[in-house]
């Protein structure tokens, strides 16, 4: 199947990025919010992006408005109704998402192919709210979406390999550098990822080292560009939280369970960097 036509479900952090590279991919890109407010904002995320990477070099002018050319917004599932495929990237919440994708299954052509932006939950789950499960994969993007070039591609029993081999040169048509994942909750890198970040926090709380030698040690010690606890700020603590919460239901197992003070600090509204305070400072936010 040719893909021509791009729909991203949602303008946030995540939506705002897929849909800046789709756009300067060459694909029509239609994104979807829920107000007209929050696709201004979503907008206005995926101008500033660019006029960033045309300041730093990186981007040619005529690129830049080309992309923009390309991209717009609406508030109406009905105007998908043209996409090739659509990417899902909304609240990280199963039922928001069924809702979703069971309106647009309503609101689409029958070949168009759905994805979800989702880092834990499963895709099976989110297909079978659908009449095309044959149809349905993951794509899991990695943030920031324009600069990080993992995808991951998620295939579930049902997905077809027409869908799969489509989803993952679409992928490729991006720039991107995507991997093939099982659906499990986690997939590959937030399975290995997310125990390791637990366990940083663990060791904090049993005073195996101080916040600063912990991610040091890791830096220095096993070559990490960021150690964990000053990475968990940069993720997001309520972040992290709330996908170990779903991938410990998921397994049952210790390593996904949340430390206490992890759920100490969510709690206490320290969400890291986006918040101005997690484990590190970072003085005002906007």
């Not at 756009?23 to 907008?43: D, H, N, P, W």
């Not at 600069?147 to 679409?170: G, N």
């Not at 991006?174 to 994942?181: H, T, V, W």
């Not at 939280?241 to 369970?257: Q, V």
């Amino acid at each position: 199947m040719k893909i021509e036509r791009v729909g991203v479900l949602g303008a946030g952090l995540m939506g705002s990025g897929i849909a800046e590279v789709a756009a300067k991919a060459g694909y029509r890109t239609l994104v979807r919010e829920v107000s007209e407010e929050l696709a201004r904002k979503g907008l206005s995320r995926v101008e500033n992006s660019l006029a960033r990477a045309v300041e730093r070099g990186k981007l040619a002018g005529a690129v830049r408005d080309a992309a923009r050319a390309r991209l717009s917004t609406t508030t109406s599932l009905e105007e998908l109704s043209d996409c090739d495929i659509l990417i899902e990237a909304i609240v990280e919440n199963l039922d928001a998402k069924k809702e979703t994708f069971r309106a647009l299954d309503a609101a689409c052509k029958p070949a168009a192919i759905f994805c979800s932006n989702t880092s834990s939950l499963t895709i099976t789950e989110m297909s079978a709210a659908t009449s095309r499960p044959d149809r349905f994969a993951g794509l899991h993007f990695f943030n920031p979406v324009p600069v990080m070039k993992l995808v991951e591609v998620v295939r579930t029993i049902a997905t077809s390999e027409e869908t799969e081999k489509t989803v993952f040169d679409f992928a490729r048509s991006l720039g991107k550098e995507p991997i093939r994942a099982n659906d499990n909750s986690g997939f590959v890198v937030n399975r290995l990822l997310v125990p390791y970040l637990l366990d940083a926090v663990r060791a904090l709380e049993e005073g195996v080292g101080t916040k600063e030698d912990i991610d040091r040690g890791m830096e220095l010690g096993c070559g990490h560009p960021m150690g964990p606890l000053r990475l968990l700020d940069f993720v997001g603590l309520d972040t992290t939280y709330a996908i170990a919460e779903i991938m410990f239901n998921e397994y049952r197992e210790k390593r996904f369970a949340p430390p206490p003070l992890l759920k100490r600090l969510v709690l206490a509204g320290r969400f890291g960097k986006k918040s101005g305070r997690g484990f590190y400072e970072y003085g005002e936010t906007k």
